[in-house]
């Protein structure tokens, strides 16, 4: 088993930054995928951006893409989100994901574990 609890949400105006934190717990990740996702009021879940632990592979949705960054500490066990130049269509419930098959991991059915989410919010 693997826990995921995330954390760095919150309020910003237009074009600020967030980051994001999600820190797991459970086994070590170093064969694992990660990935965050986000799920807006009356949409699906969407895929943001993942990771693949071990080597540091990433990809991005292309509406992310040259503003998020994702990242991990191993020593910490702690993946990230940087968030620049936020616009108010990145308002969601921001979720943080694991998946032990490795690699990159784009969908969601192809998670295994989930954090709880939390709640990023750009005012139009």
């Known amino acids: 088993q693997v826990q995921l609890v995330e954390s760095g949400g919150g309020l910003v105006q237009t074009g600020g930054s967030l980051r994001l934190s999600c820190a797991a717990s459970?086994?070590?990740?170093?064969?694992?995928?990660m990935g965050w996702f986000r799920q807006a009021p009356g949409k699906e879940r969407e895929f943001v951006a993942a990771?693949?632990?071990?080597?540091?592979?990433?990809v991005y949705a292309d509406s992310v893409k040259g503003r998020f960054t994702i990242s991990r500490d191993n020593a910490k066990g702690t993946l990230y989100l940087q968030m620049n130049s936020l616009k108010p269509e990145d308002t969601a419930v921001y979720y943080c994901?694991?998946?032990?098959?490795?690699?990159?991991?784009?969908?969601?059915?192809?998670?295994?574990?989930w954090g709880q989410g939390t709640q990023v919010t750009v005012p139009s």
């Open positions: 990771i693949r632990w071990i080597a540091g592979n990433q």
């Open positions: 459970g086994r070590t990740l170093l064969n694992y995928a």
């Open positions: 994901a694991a998946s032990p098959r490795g690699g990159v991991v784009v969908t969601a059915d192809g998670y295994n574990y």
